[in-house]
């Protein structure tokens, strides 16, 4: 099968040709995001491969379809950037990758936590500038501690078992409960509870209608003041204009972000050369006690290999089949 690869970066490259040899797929790379502009680059093409910040809309989707397109293969686990009822409408298939490497994310996730928490890349800097001052390092001990974990799929359970590793009360919440967690001795509590009593919050949970801006400034008032809050599962879970009052006015005590809402246009390019246009993202780099990276949690060579590979197979399914393993149904809309 033809497919259109978008957004392709080195590494998706040497990844998607090992992943690929042998299966008959011809994979065409290009650089640029999928857009309603670049759709003509998907001429001839019977599929498309997508990541997180391609956007697969209506009128993007309307405009591959015209150019051949039958499937969009996404190469990452969410399913936000696509219009799931419009495919439907289009007679496309979509399909993702919904488990590659669930520790890839878990453990990321985990040294954001301990980074912040004992002040890693500060003490990291001013070694390199000769100072050797404790002053302002100051952490706590996780044990003892108390961490909520918003939704408990495949990357929350995984969360879950280190976090108890450390000797933490782990508390939860999801909307249905994973017996994995239960067995790893979390406890499943309300939102408004897990939130009032979290000395850290992590977000695992994906980004719908519902959970847009979960943490929003009510969410951030209702936290126990000084919470460390970590998001690696999608920006917009996130109101980043709320987080910033809480962290002026202390009630965030530390943030950890892998993710932003306004992400599109920044992460995984080098704007190095450039000014940064985003005045909520650049105000949030000002603060001593936030620490992001760009959407790189998932970026292990054993989840890149997971995630070719699945990607591949979900191809072959959807060119022999019909119907590729991973298909989203158009009831994942919620
Ligand atoms: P998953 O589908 O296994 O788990 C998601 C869980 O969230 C499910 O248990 C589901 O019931 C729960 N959920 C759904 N709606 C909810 C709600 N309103 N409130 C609470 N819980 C809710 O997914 P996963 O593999 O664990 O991935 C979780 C998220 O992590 C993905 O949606 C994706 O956005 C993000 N992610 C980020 C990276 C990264 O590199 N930063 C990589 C992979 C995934």
Not at 86 to 112: D, K, N
Not at 178 to 206: M, Q, R, W
Not at 282 to 306: C, D, K, M, Y
């Amino acid at each position: 099968m033809k497919v259109a690869v978008f957004s392709t970066k080195s590494y998706d490259r040497s990844f998607f040709e090992k992943a690929a040899e042998g299966s008959g797929h011809e994979l065409r790379f290009f650089e640029p995001h999928l857009t309603r502009e670049t759709a003509p680059l998907a001429r001839g093409a019977e599929a498309v491969c997508i990541f997180v910040n391609d956007s697969a809309d209506a009128e993007t989707l309307a405009a591959v379809k015209e150019e051949g397109v039958r499937f969009v293969a996404l190469r990452c686990a969410g399913f936000n950037n696509v219009d799931l009822a419009a495919a439907h409408r289009l007679g496309m298939s979509v399909a993702r990758v919904p488990a590659y490497s669930p520790h890839a994310v878990a453990e990321y996730t985990i040294g954001l936590i301990l980074a912040l928490n004992r002040k890693l890349c500060r003490a990291h800097n001013r070694v390199r500038d000769g100072n050797f001052s404790l002053e302002g390092l100051l952490g706590f001990d996780l044990q003892g501690k108390t961490a909520g974990v918003v939704g408990t799929g495949a990357i929350g359970a995984a969360v879950v078992k280190i976090l108890k590793g450390f000797g933490m009360h782990v508390l939860t919440y999801d909307l249905r409960q994973n017996p994995a967690c239960l067995a790893d001795g979390a406890e499943y509590v309300s939102v408004d509870e897990l939130f009032a009593a979290s000395d850290i919050i992590t977000l695992h949970c994906p980004l719908t209608p519902e959970t847009r801006h979960l943490v929003d400034a009510d969410r951030i008032a209702s936290l126990k003041p000084g919470c460390m809050l970590i998001n690696t599962s999608r920006g917009a879970l996130v109101d980043a204009r709320a987080v910033i009052d809480g962290l002026k006015s202390g009630q965030i005590g530390s943030l950890g972000l892998d993710v932003y809402e306004e992400e599109a246009d920044l992460f995984f390019e080098d704007l190095s050369n450039y000014m940064l246009q985003d005045d909520v993202f650049a105000r949030l780099l000002t603060f001593p006690n936030v620490l992001i990276t760009g959407h790189q949690a998932f970026f292990t060579e054993e989840a890149l290999s997971a995630i070719a590979e699945t990607t591949i197979a979900n191809l072959t399914g959807f060119e022999k089949q019909g119907r590729p393993e991973h298909e989203v149904s158009i009831e994942a809309i919620g």
